[in-house]
């Protein structure tokens, strides 16, 4: 049967992603390759368990796919155990709580406010703001963390979790201060590197694996995959607990999942053979060279900018104006969206700042000049509102 109200919808999708430009930090095109990967026969695949020890029949090629990937991954990221299991990176991080903390542990992350996430132990609403006692820790005037005052924070409250990771934040993180900081308490330390996974692989910014326990990450950022999360254990992390691996694989599978999306995983076999390329190197360059530029080209044209150090920046439009920033920008086929500006008194609703990045429009091969001319295009529109 052919549904044709889906195919027409998608076509229509196909066409808004072909036609705009597209600058959320978090969104990527990624390559046929990937995508043939994702559409396949593994979909119809059940696979509770790990390679070699499942609880269905029929796994042999699906075990080789899943190593493949664990073994690539390994490879690009440079940790000493992958799990590439996790759905996503919400069940990846509270896969990774659930590992190592008790209901009503302290847990540390930055504020949503501020560019942290949900999972970084939102208070209140979400599984670690609930199950865990939240501390959370902002940035400060210029967007940046003081990390002399995470330090004071960390050593009053002694968490026995921080999560070094963000989603709005426009400047290299300071993984060797966060370990040190979280070695002063005995804290498991968790990077969470979803936004910068590509930059990372790609050598355009610091790695954590030296500092800190855990690194998780989506895969469909800047890393350029499926979409999906990865869980992996670093030599340091190891070290304090030889078991540390066991506790994450066991997390993720019986504690929070079923059956894994293996046509997912699969993808992401293909993408980290994808990264693992010079090509993917200049292209990681190429998105903070072109971010740099975009930044530089909205400050010359008046514009306030957060950033940039990476591949976004947040960019001042005016008190509650973010979102009419970006109904505006899009009604002019830019796609970006309303964010939060630091220490921002507005609404999280009706924000008064924008978030762009430039990893998508980067893969479509744009470079600074584009992104110079875009900077213009974007102060007038913001300009009018
Ligand atoms: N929703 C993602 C983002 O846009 O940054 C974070 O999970």
Redesign the pocket.
């Known amino acids: 049967m052919v549904d044709q109200q889906i195919r027409d919808l998608i076509k229509k999708e196909e066409e808004r992603q072909q036609n705009l430009v597209h600058l959320?930090?978090?969104?990527n095109f990624a390559s046929d390759e990937v995508r043939m990967a994702l559409g396949s026969c593994l979909t119809n695949k059940y696979a509770e368990g790990y390679p070699g020890r499942r609880y269905y029949q029929g796994n042999e090629f699906v075990d080789q796919i899943e190593n493949l990937a664990i073994e690539r991954g390994k490879k690009v990221l440079g940790v000493e155990h992958l799990n590439v299991q996790p759905y996503s990176?919400?069940p990846a991080n509270s896969a990774v709580q659930m590992a190592l903390l008790e209901q009503g542990d302290k847990i540390c992350g930055l504020k949503l406010s501020a560019g942290g996430?949900?999972t970084h132990g939102h208070p209140k609403i979400t599984f670690s703001g609930k199950f865990f006692e939240s501390v959370q820790y902002d940035v400060e005037e210029d967007g940046r963390i003081d990390y002399d005052k995470l330090e004071e924070l960390i050593l009053a409250e002694k968490p026995k979790m921080i999560m070094a990771g963000t989603?709005?934040y426009p400047y290299i993180l300071d993984f060797k201060r966060f370990g040190e900081i979280a070695d002063k308490v005995g804290a498991w330390l968790v990077a969470d590197i979803?936004?910068i996974a590509g930059l990372v692989v790609g050598g355009v910014h610091p790695s954590p694996n030296e500092y800190v326990h855990i690194v998780t990450s989506?895969t469909h950022?800047s890393l350029r995959g499926p979409r999906g999360a990865v869980i992996g254990v670093t030599k340091k992390g190891l070290e304090k607990d030889p078991e540390l691996a066991k506790k994450i694989d066991k997390a993720v599978f019986p504690g929070l999942q079923g059956g894994p999306h293996e046509n997912q995983i699969a993808a992401l076999a293909v993408a980290f053979g994808e990264c693992d390329t010079q090509e993917f190197k200049d292209y990681a360059a190429q998105i903070v060279k072109n971010a740099k530029a975009l930044a530089e080209s909205l400050r010359k044209n008046g514009l306030k900018v957060f950033g940039t150090e990476n591949h976004l920046m947040v960019v001042e439009v005016g008190f509650e104006k973010g979102k009419d920033a970006a109904v505006k920008l899009e009604e002019n086929g830019i796609v970006v969206?309303a964010n939060t500006i630091p220490h921002d008194t507005a609404s999280p609703f009706r924000p008064s700042g924008i978030r762009i990045g430039t990893p998508a429009m980067t893969t479509r091969g744009w470079k600074e000049k584009e992104f110079e001319e875009l900077g213009n295009k974007i102060a007038g529109i913001i300009k009018s509102i």
């Open positions: 959320i930090p978090s969104e990176g919400s996430h949900l989603t709005a979803s936004h989506t950022k969206n």
